[in-house]
């Protein structure tokens, strides 16, 4: 499950759109199961059917209801087993007080979640997500996430999910890859990322983080810092003592913002630091730090 982030602009809906067959390409080649994926230039219907796209158009059957969507992807199958698949996909997106409404009447969200459940009925090989949640609210979109994770170990799915949240890369991909004005910039484990990116403009794309210089670490411990460090704001640990800290930092300011306070510090050297902790510092108060070791 690969995650691609990037800013608007960027280039990720275009790829996407390559992968899928609904663009021409001026260069390179798509493949999948050994067979080359072609574009809306050489195929009357574009697209790939060992695929599946949920693209932010929603594509659905406007003049059909939400179970005829659905059963549409179903052909295939025995009437039993298309029937039992579709209460599963309708109960799991919660349309099943929609199930006789037609598409053209749905609410952009209820179209949303009609898209992901016409690309799910059947498992593709390749699942396209294309800012899959916007419309979708949290607990509804970990649930389907749950699920798909589940059908993705069933099935052996690929699954490239398009976001332009930190958050919902973190959560629901194991691999990340960053794009930047039409390029791939990096793509590795999700971890190596958020805790080692390349440089300032890649920490940004996955949520706060700060840059330490070697000076504004305790003497005993920068040989471990050498050069500017970058540290995300969880990866500061607070200590009782000083003996086995990194860094000392003053709390400028301690406010809640809704899971964690965070701390704005200030290193020796006049540094602005953010820290995540589970509970209120006072304001002024000295503080001992360690740097976890994911650097």
């Known amino acids: 499950m690969l995650a691609l982030v990037g800013k608007s602009g960027s280039g990720k809906t275009t790829l996407l759109k390559c992968i899928y067959g609904l663009e021409d390409l001026n260069a390179g080649e798509v493949w999948i199961n050994n067979r080359k994926v072609l574009g809306p230039s050489f195929k009357l219907m574009p697209g790939d059917e060992a695929m599946s796209l949920v693209s932010q158009d929603y594509y659905v ?49 209820q179209k949303q979640r009609l898209a992901i459940a016409r690309a799910i009925a059947e498992m593709p090989k390749v699942l396209l997500l294309d800012e899959p949640f916007s419309n979708l609210d949290k607990l509804l979109s970990d649930k389907l996430f749950a699920f798909i994770t589940k059908e993705v170990k069933k099935h052996k799915t690929s699954v490239l999910l398009i976001t332009h949240l930190a958050e919902e890369a973190l959560k629901y991909s194991d691999r990340i890859a960053i794009m930047d004005k039409g390029k791939l910039l990096k793509v590795g484990e999700k971890w190596e990322l958020y805790y080692r990116p390349l440089n300032t403009r890649l920490a940004g794309l996955l949520g706060d983080f700060n840059v330490l210089h070697p000076e504004d670490f305790e003497k005993k411990v920068k040989s471990k810092f050498k050069s500017k460090t970058f540290v995300r704001p969880d990866a500061f640990v607070i200590l009782n003592s000083a003996n086995q800290a990194h860094i000392q930092l003053k709390v400028l300011s301690c406010v809640y913002n809704g899971k964690c306070f965070e701390l704005l510090c200030e290193s020796k050297m006049g540094r602005t630091v953010m820290i995540y902790y589970h509970k209120a510092i006072q304001e002024d108060k000295k503080i001992n730090c360690s740097v976890s070791g994911k650097f």
């Not at 939400?66 to 549409?72: A, G, R, T």
């Not at 698949?85 to 598409?103: G, I």
């Open 61 to 109: 059957l406007d003049n059909h209801s939400v179970q005829e969507n659905i059963m549409d992807k179903l052909i295939a199958y025995s009437e039993d087993w298309k029937l039992k698949r579709c209460e599963q996909v309708l109960s799991l997106l919660e349309l099943k007080p929609l199930r006789s409404t037609r598409a053209r009447f749905l609410s952009s969200g």
